[in-house]
């Protein structure tokens, strides 16, 4: 872990010098710097983005994968760290493999379909998670898998009429009619026939002629039915269908996504937010990154005239801001654009904090509406540090100019919290803010959250 945090902190200051370069723009993709995702499911729920996402473990030489992770942004650029809701111990049958799922609201709950290894048959099933919240803590609703037949990738969708599907498969498509509780389904499995004119030829394999591989993806716009999904393998693109009906017939329609990207899989989530459409993928871009250690990223693309879907590439650079983030309202620490060499953790106080933090590190956010000007800036802090640490608050980039320095002090432990507060000068407009923590050697304080006043 502390040789992957300090390549991702030597990866971020060349970044960082290359943003102090007219023209060339800083990045921010993968969304997610200080731990491996994949596998991104999102859902739009109360004005915000939520993201589900998989968790692939630091030097994994296969898919071990143990919880699952949430993410969520009101921006598209600043996402918050909301921890672990669900494990492989949700499910108190899963034996293994916290692999690729989806979540979905209805009638006050948010269900999470996902695959696992079902300990007594040994093969993959299809578990659900239910909570009142969309970030958690989530609980097993059926205590036995909902539906197995040994494969993977569910994706739920309801229809306008309310009919609820359940898709999933590889190396075969499958969908059932979900029940109003979410829960249970009508009638049995059925497989949606692999056509070429429905999901496209692959050459090379017999086996599988259609391009189908893995990894759908079913949602409705228009009154046309879409679906997303990793195709052929490997390595995998993303390709997409479109049907009349939520059942079909499917016609391929192409590539959404190229063969690119330095990881042999792909998994791909599309929503709409703001007045944008948003394409979800993964990579493995980040220090260390490849086909078992994957990173989320994040597109903004537009239809075309005819509803088709345009071809995409991967980006370092990401979407633009969707909004606005007010420094004037309490920020949690852990909503960040860019960490370098910070770790997040559970806080004693709720939620998560960002921690692990030495000289030089630092947090990016973006688009931060300074207005008139801020007169002062605190922060929730913890330190076991014998001298503590310095917040540096900066605007631009992490050696930009310097607006406030907030002194830390030891505070007796890594979870015993004090707010601590110091003026600030020349913090107007929309800015980029970057909080640079300085100090001696090893590990200076941890931060929860923050908030400036006017």
């Known amino acids: 872990m502390q040789r992957r945090r300090r390549l991702i902190a030597w990866v971020a200051s060349v970044l960082c010098t290359l943003a102090l370069v007219p023209g060339t723009a800083q990045a921010d993709n993968p969304i997610v710097q200080h731990i491996y995702t994949a596998d991104p499911a999102p859902l739009v729920h109360n004005g915000r983005v939520y993201l589900y996402t998989g968790h692939d473990e630091d030097g ?5 994968m143990k919880e699952w ?4 942004s009101t921006d598209m650029v600043n996402w918050t760290d909301h921890g672990s809701p669900m494990n492989l111990a949700t499910f108190s049958w899963a034996k293994q493999d916290a692999w690729a799922g989806q979540t979905i609201y ?40 909902l539906v197995e037949n040994g494969e993977i990738d569910p994706s739920v969708f309801i229809d306008d009429d309310g009919q609820a599907y359940l898709y999933w498969g590889n190396p075969n498509l499958w969908y059932v009619r979900l029940n109003a509780d979410m829960i249970s389904f009508s009638g049995s499995a059925t497989k949606i026939p692999l056509t070429t004119a429905g999901f496209g030829t692959r050459t090379g394999d017999a086996s599988r002629p259609t391009l ?15 679906n997303v999904y990793a195709a052929k393998c490997c390595s995998e693109f993303i390709a997409y269908s479109t049907a009349p009906s939520p059942t079909g017939p499917w016609t391929y329609r192409g590539t959404v996504m190229p063969t690119q990207g330095s990881s042999f899989t792909n998994h791909a989530g599309v929503v709409d937010y703001k007045g944008s459409s948003y394409f979800f993928y993964h990579n493995g871009a980040l220090p260390g990154g490849g086909g078992f250690t994957r990173s989320v990223a994040v597109e903004r693309f537009t239809y075309n005239a005819d509803g088709s879907i345009p071809t995409m590439n991967m980006s370092t ?17 852990e909503t960040i654009a860019w960490g370098s060499g910070i770790e997040t953790e559970v806080s004693s106080e709720g939620g998560m904090n960002i921690g692990f933090i030495e000289n030089g590190d630092y947090t990016k956010v973006r688009n931060v509406a300074f207005g008139g000007g801020a007169s002062s800036f605190t922060a929730r802090v913890a330190s076991a540090s014998t001298a503590g640490g310095t917040i ?48 001696g050697s090893g590990y200076l304080l ?9």
């Open 60 to 64: 994994s030489t296969w898919f071990t």
């Open 69 to 72: 992770r949430v993410w969520s």
């Open 106 to 145: 209805r009638n006050g709950k948010f269900y999470w379909y996902v695959p696992v290894v079902n300990r007594s048959t040994n093969r993959m099933a299809i578990g659900v998670g239910v909570s009142d919240s969309p970030t958690g803590p989530f609980r097993d609703a059926l205590g036995r898998p």
């Open 212 to 226: 189908y591989e893995e990894a759908p993806w079913v949602y409705k716009r228009n009154g046309l039915y879409y």
């Open 317 to 333: 650079g990401g979407p633009p801001p969707a909004d606005t983030l007010n420094p004037f309202v309490r920020q949690e620490a």
């Open 392 to 439: 540096e608050l900066r605007l631009g980039s992490a050696t930009g100019t310097v607006v406030g320095r907030c002194t830390v002090p030891n505070t007796g432990g890594w979870q015993t919290w004090q707010s601590v507060t110091c003026p600030v000068s020349g913090a107007t407009g929309t800015q980029d803010l970057f909080l640079r923590f300085t100090g």
């Open 446 to 454: 941890n931060v929860n959250w923050w908030q400036f006043a006017a």
